[in-house]
């Protein structure tokens, strides 16, 4: 039976050396709770080690949690990996770590922090995750759909990191699944903006624990899964984007 599902599928956490200290998973499932998501996807930068302690932490909740991360391309393009399956996300994440140069300095950008999901802290991330790949674009793209994952362009609104600021359109024939626009824009206004060819879905990008769930995007769905969200963006099987 299809419902509708309120889905804010780009979520920071204490990894990400930009966020607050307490994106933890008890604050970020409580706040997510607090403002009805049904759908959360766990986006670090550049990394998705603390997306398991937000599954695990989620367990004994409604809230489905898709784990993922936020990659940054060579062209400093900030992109969405989300996936059903958290092996999947730790393989896209074994490459991406490859390709990441640089490492992080604390008192310039933050700490990273890995936790589990009781809000132990496990270790601190010392790679450089707020840098960008050596990896295009298009082949980021491409591992994500190898990997059976949705790829969303971030936050398109904004004019740093996001696919026009950087290349200044996008280019034809892009396999992306979706734009993703920040709270700052509507969707009423984004489809006169941007009058591309895709499905677009707004999301909270948050880094603060009340800022989940600013921003959101409602699907018509059976169940909170990247296999049912697929079928939404494409407006299959009776599934679909209700905004």
Known sequence: MLRPFKADLHVHTCLSPCTELDMSPKKILYSAKKKEIDILGICDHN????SLAIINAAQKTDINVIPGMEVTSQEEVHVLA???????????????????????????????????????????NDKLLI?????????????IHALDGICIASHIDRESFSIISQLGFI?????????????HVTFEEANKRYPYNYPITSSSDAHYPDDIGKSF????????????IKKALKNKDGRKLIH
């Open 47 to 50: 990394s998705s080690e603390n």
């Open 82 to 124: 989300l996936f059903d399956d958290i092996k999947s996300t730790l393989k896209l994440q074994e490459h991406v770590y490859k390709n990441l140069p640089g490492k992080n300095d604390e008192e310039a950008f933050g700490m990273q922090v890995i936790v589990n999901e009781k809000e132990e802290v496990l270790g601190f």
């Open 131 to 143: 840098g960008a790949t050596t990896i295009p674009l298009e082949e980021i793209i491409q591992l």
């Open 171 to 183: 280019p034809e024939n892009l396999d992306l699944d979706a734009l993703e626009i920040s709270p």
């Open 217 to 228: 995007t409602s699907f018509l769905l059976q169940d909170g899964t990247i296999a049912e």
